[in-house]
């Protein structure tokens, strides 16, 4: 299964050349990730928590294509690439005007609520987030 999130660039995420400066495309992401988790794990607004289920950033990796420029539309399509035991891979691809502009990996390690404690990602999760594609 994979999300799409659309996200239009705004003037102040860009340089003077008007290109979206790096850090930003990590906080597209993380947006896009939280959104299709809230969507698909919590509809009832519940939380993350109400499934016994949290999770923290391990790692990520960028690789820029071209640039995202002031005033583009960016789709970010987002799926689950691999399901560890504890940790799992979100794979985001994303691309403006039929273009690809970058790709991401983004590492996360399931963790027992209010914790750091990694533990088993829940079935529930795995489930509702589609699988691997």
Not at 39 to 58: I, Q, R, V, W
Request: glycine content about 8%.
């Amino acid at each position: 299964m994979s999300f799409v999130h659309e996200i239009r660039v705004r003037y102040g995420e860009c340089d003077m050349q008007k290109v979206v400066f790096n850090a930003h495309y990590m906080a597209y992401c993380d947006d896009a990730v939280d959104t299709w988790f809230r969507s698909e794990l919590t509809p009832d607004n519940a939380g993350f928590e109400s499934l016994g289920f949290d999770f923290m950033l391990k790692s990520a990796t960028i690789t820029w294509h071209a640039p995202l420029r002031f005033g583009d539309t960016a789709d970010l399509r987002c799926s689950v690439a691999r399901f560890g035991n504890a940790s799992f891979d979100v794979s985001i691809t994303g691309s403006a005007s039929g273009e690809q502009r970058f790709d991401a990996t983004i590492t996360y390690v399931s963790v027992a609520p209010g914790t750091t404690t990694p533990t088993r990602v829940p079935e529930l999760v795995r489930e509702r987030l589609g699988g691997v594609d």
